[in-house]
């Protein structure tokens, strides 16, 4: 009779009060009002992130337990009014009001409103109070408000807005917990007065009728009046002086520079120890397992399909993390916005934004984390134009191919060969601008907005905040694109490997000869005996199998840019990441992996006397230099187009990437190729 008596009690409830119900919290704020550090301070690693269904634009849902509740947060995308145009904007109204599909709204609203920056944050405040839910104000960065001399009246602004309002210091984790014993008691049924009749009450109110905007910011400006003193409710003059100097024409120029190229050698040179620690890991797995799995397509597959693979995923980690971490500071202390400003002059002339500058720096190192850091533009537009260009700059992957082609066109030059990497660089950059340039013009017109940017105040970045936003974006790395990463190596493994075919004749006389040789009791050179008979076989292995097949049949497609079938094979072996190719050329031309220093001369040697069919040499000045303008250009990294894929929701702006920059690579490797076969240099 007590369970009946309870289920009849529950069921008089509302959804919201039922303590069998998951009771939902949208977050909301204006950007830069510490929206992100206050969803992390509550929900901590218990948080997920994927893209609202149909869009790319983000949402994180966290979980929390307060007293018998379970409290879902879901953190919508910063805006400054319900009545925006930009899709974030559109989202997080829609989610609001409960317009999305397969989207309940809310149950109530938290707030986020900046304290430095009262009467800004109020108008989205307002607008929140409006709707048919209960609200929670938290007034954020009371910390620095009164650094910089601000008062607010807690008491009189609760009165104002009829609703619960927390003053809290999220960076530093004061007030936190006032807030969380709040939405306890919003959850728990202990509801704070409605806020909406309070905004009624109000004669300047939107809803009242007159102007709209105009009686809104009428009523914002009275209740700051009332609430703060506005004599004091300004920026503090050492804002002002770095602003003079960050966003000077020159100066901030000069400053920028400095700071992304501090960035970039964090990326570039920081992340190389632990990333040869990763690599130095996988080794030694791959090791440990082909020492207990016999020699057979199985430990193939475990050690160069399986674990090679995941090897290959997780050696880009430490730039991911290193990238984020970096860029999470950046935003906080508000300096990212003043580099935007000072970039977006500069970088609009090639129809592209001021932030677009950050994702195509890191992208020297890789161009995976340099798309996923593109959510720093807001615009979808300028956003696409970004990623579209992205894998044109040289990432650190083409790194051994312009080693390779160096070391075969100016092997006793290190002048030359620094001009070939610089030029190399250069004409990476080159291109994408060329490209950002003719996209303007054709199929995404209209070029990057001016930048309206609210320049937020100067604060120390919380390191908490910081690890966490780092955690996340590894987490949807390895998860998503991780798995479809995998998938690909596994697909290429496969290609390589099959159909088996029986090792050639040369192969099994050397095998004979080393046995011979062992019982003469040279075990040294019957090792090389046995190390050349299995080049042989892999060498043969790989003619014939489908990689293989596919180098022959694509043969007269690229035998004008001065490639042969075996220089096919490594170009098809290379779309699962483009240094590939230089592992792949030494086996098919029968030196091994080359991995060592003795292994890498051994290959060069080896290519330098590879011939065609008809006796030629196969690496000429001109098929050289073909060859490493297709590698600036060409998409060879499908982990790439795995992760611009998830970062536009659609498969059509990946496949357009791979057959642009490839159709863009062919016709400057036949032009480069042709004019110097012309030229003599064949």
Not at 206 to 229: F, H, K, L, N, T
Not at 569 to 578: K, L, N, P, Q
Not at 601 to 608: A, F, H, K
Request: with cysteine.
């Amino acid at each position: 009779m007590k369970d009946v008596a309870k289920m009849k009690v529950e069921s008089s409830l509302s959804p919201a009060q039922c303590p069998h119900h998951a009771f939902t919290l949208a977050l909301v704020g204006n950007p830069n009002a510490g929206k992100t550090t206050i969803f992390n301070a509550l929900t901590g690693l218990r948080a997920k992130t994927a893209n609202f269904p149909g869009t790319t634009i983000e949402r994180r849902v966290g979980r929390v337990q307060i007293g018998q509740r379970q409290i879902n947060i879901v953190d919508l995308p910063g805006l400054y009014g319900l009545e925006g145009s930009s899709p974030e904007e559109k989202i997080a109204s829609d989610a609001l009001r409960g317009h999305l599909a397969k989207h309940a709204a809310p149950d109530a609203a938290l707030v986020v409103v900046d304290a430095t920056n009262l009467e800004r944050n109020l108008f989205l405040a307002s607008q929140v109070l409006e709707l048919d839910c209960p609200v929670i104000i938290a007034l954020n960065m009371m910390d620095m408000a009164r650094r910089e001399g601000i008062h607010i009246d807690i008491e009189k602004l609760r009165s104002e807005l009829g609703c619960a309002v927390v003053p809290v210091a999220a960076r530093t984790g004061k007030g936190v917990d006032d807030l969380r014993r709040e939405i306890g008691r919003l959850a728990a049924g202990a509801m704070p007065e409605a806020a909406r009749p309070a905004m009624r009450d109000k004669p300047n109110c939107a809803i009242c009728g007159g102007c709209p905007y105009q009686a809104r910011y009428e009523w914002i400006e009275s209740v700051s009046a009332r609430v703060m003193d506005a004599a004091v409710a300004r920026r503090s003059q050492h804002t002002e002086k770095l602003d003079e100097i960050l966003t000077h024409p020159i100066a901030g120029m000069v400053i920028f520079a400095g700071v992304m190229l501090s960035l970039f050698v964090l990326i570039f040179l920081a992340a190389k120890i632990p990333m040869d620690l990763i690599d130095h890991l996988f080794t030694n797995a791959g090791a440990w397992v082909a020492a207990r799995v016999s020699e057979s397509d199985l430990q193939s597959l475990l050690v160069n399909g399986v674990i090679g693979g995941v090897g290959g995923i997780l050696v880009f980690l430490p730039q991911i993390c290193i990238l984020f971490f970096a860029l999470s500071l950046l935003e906080d202390t508000g300096y990212l916005a003043r580099a935007a400003f000072v970039m977006d002059k500069v970088m609009r002339r090639l129809g592209l934004p001021g932030k677009a500058f950050v994702p195509l720096l890191s992208a020297h190192a890789c161009a995976i984390p340099a798309i996923m850091s593109t959510r720093v533009i807001e615009n979808p537009r300028d956003r696409l134009v970004t990623i579209l260009i992205t894998p044109l700059m040289t990432c650190s992957a083409r790194i051994p191919v312009y080693a390779m082609v160096t070391a075969l066109l100016f092997p006793q030059s290190p002048l030359k060969a620094a001009l070939v990497f610089t030029g190399a660089y250069a004409t990476g950059i080159i291109f994408a601008m060329i490209a950002a340039l003719i996209f303007q013009h054709t199929i995404l017109p209209g070029g990057s907005k001016p930048l309206v940017i609210e320049l937020p105040p100067y604060r120390l970045p919380g390191l908490r905040a910081a690890f966490l936003q780092t955690l996340d974006r590894a987490k949807i790395f390895v998860k998503q694109a991780g798995t479809i990463i995998l998938m690909i190596s596994l697909l290429l493994w496969t290609l390589s490997h099959y159909p088996k075919s029986a090792p050639p004749a040369a192969s099994a006389a050397l095998t004979t000869q080393a046995v011979q040789v062992e019982k003469s009791g040279d075990a040294k050179q019957a090792g090389e005996l046995r190390l050349a008979a299995g080049r042989l076989t892999a060498q043969s292995s790989l003619q014939q199998s489908f990689a293989g097949r596919i180098g022959h049949i694509i043969e007269p497609v690229i035998k004008p840019l001065g490639f042969d079938w075996q220089i096919g094979i490594g170009i098809m072996s290379s779309f699962a990441a483009r240094e590939v190719i230089v592992s792949t050329l030494a086996v098919v031309y029968g030196v091994g992996e080359g991995s060592t220093e003795q292994g890498r001369t051994s290959l060069y040697s080896s290519l330098r006397h590879a011939t065609r069919t008809d006796g030629t040499p196969v690496f000429t000045t001109a098929t050289c230099l073909s060859l490493l303008i297709f590698y600036i250009l060409a998409a060879q990294c499908l982990p790439t187009s795995a992760v611009v894929r998830r970062e536009t929701n659609s498969l059509k702006w990946p496949l357009f990437q791979i057959v642009y920059m490839t159709g863009l690579a062919y016709v400057a490797a036949f032009i480069v190729y042709q004019t110097f076969h012309y030229l003599g240099h064949a």
